[in-house]
Every structure is written in structure tokens, then in C-alpha cells.
């Protein structure tokens, strides 16, 4: 059995990587440049050659260095339409790094476990308001009340009432629920080999997180970042049960709800991106 990684060494491994894709994105960048210059080079004479095509002149090295460029042009068609997908999946990884920095932060808060580190460098990764509007959008197109339920979270965190983070908090967490319920059916999650009762009391029930795990195994095609979901939302919520039990016991800590607020934020945003990829 191979030995489970320190949390520093799964962070230096993944500085380590970013570093490396960063590095041969720049040196593809280059690459790609000077191939564009190479074409753009002989444009005018190929542009001029026009004539003679049109006119069907018949030339040896003319048709020859024409089936060059046909070549050359359907290697680059291929390579575009490759880095597309690939693309689109590092704009995916890349995405989920505000998440992380998110649930850093709220780790490093919620924590009972007493470790001396000052969140705020981590902050300032934190999911923004910026683009809330857009995501409304998206959520709406699943379901308008859905959509509505999530452009209230920042008009009520903007709020002036003392009550307006946790109040923004609940609807983040309401808006969570409510984007599984848009995507699951519970008889479907019932039918699954590895569902079974969570609650002894109701056995008839479906638990958050087997619909969570249901809609990333329908939904999500790649199994890595189904992985990420999936843990992100078992954090998530053990962060907001933990926030609960706080509350109950005392009043509210500003810090720590902000900081599973921006988690859920991010996550939901995941989520939901994940889903239109499909």
C-alpha cells in the first residue's frame, strides 16, 4: 500500500505541475507565433498566385507548392480543432483554483484543529460578485425560480442589516439544494448499486450528497474533476454543519461565514459550468 501524501507535499507537487504547464504553454505560445509569421510571410506572393489558379495555369511547381500549403493548412485544422477540447479543459482545472483558495480559507477558519496561519494572502482568491449576473443567467436557464434565488444572494450580502451574511449564507446553501433538485430525480438515485439508507429513521430518503454524487456520475464525463465535485461538496457541507453548531452556540463569526459563503459561491459556479460543458 503506497503511503498517503502530506497535505505540503500534494501543494508543492501541484506548484510543481503548474509551473511545468505554464512553462510549455509559453514556449507553445513562441512556437505558434513564429509558425504564423513563417505563413504570413509568403501571403502576398500566394495572394498574386490567385490568378493564375483562377485562370487554370498549368505549372508543375505552382501545383506542387499548392498541395503544400493544402497540407500544411489540414495539419493546422487538426491541431485546432484538438486544442479546443484541450482547452476547454484547462480553462476547467484553472477554474476550479478560486474553489481551492476558497476552501483553504474556510478550512483554515472552521478547523478545530489549531494551526497558526494568516488566511488573508488566500483571500484574495476569493470568488467575486463580478460576474454574478452571468451566472444567473446560467441558473435561471435550468430553472427561473432557481436563477432568482441565486441573483438574491448578492443584494442580500450588499445588504445593511446585521442579519445579511447569514442570511446570504442561507441562500447560498438554499440555491445549493435547490440546483441538485433541478438536476435529480430520488427514484433515479434509489435504482444506483450503491445507494442505500442514510437516515435509519426515514429510509425512504435520499441524502444531499447521493444526489451529489448521482449528478456528478450523470453530468460530469471526466472522473477527475467528478472527483473534485464530489469532495469539494462533502466540504462544503461539513463546513456549513460545523458553521450550524457555531451559531447555535454563540453569535456570529464574520470571518468564518464569509469565508463558507465565497466556498459555496465557487463550488456552485463549478457545478454549474461543469454541467453546460455537457
Known sequence: ?????????????????????????????????????????????????????????????????????????????????????????????????????????????????????DPEPVRKFRCTFDTHDEYTGKFSQLDPSLGQTYRAIKSTYLGSTVESLRQALFLTRQTYDHFFDALVDDEEVKKQSWWSPDNTKKPDTVSRLQRIRYAAEKYVKDPRQRKVLIDGAQHMNDVYQKLQKLHKRGPLDEEKDKDALFEMLSLLRIWVDAIKEE
Open 1 to 117: 500500500m503506497s503511503k498517503q501524501r502530506l497535505p505540503s507535499e500534494i501543494v508543492e507537487d501541484t506548484e510543481r505541475r503548474l509551473n511545468a504547464i505554464q512553462q510549455k504553454f509559453a514556449s507553445a505560445s513562441e512556437q505558434t507565433g513564429y509558425a504564423k509569421k513563417a505563413v504570413s510571410s509568403g501571403k502576398p506572393y500566394w495572394k498574386s498566385a490567385d490568378r493564375a489558379f483562377n485562370e487554370g495555369a498549368a505549372d508543375e511547381i505552382l501545383a506542387s507548392g499548392y498541395r503544400i500549403l493544402e497540407s500544411f493548412n489540414e495539419q493546422v485544422r487538426y491541431l485546432d480543432e484538438q486544442s479546443e477540447c484541450f482547452i476547454s479543459q484547462v480553462y476547467s482545472v484553472m477554474g476550479t483554483a478560486s474553489f481551492i483558495a476558497n476552501a483553504t480559507s474556510s478550512t483554515a477558519t472552521v478547523s478545530g484543529y489549531p494551526i497558526d496561519f
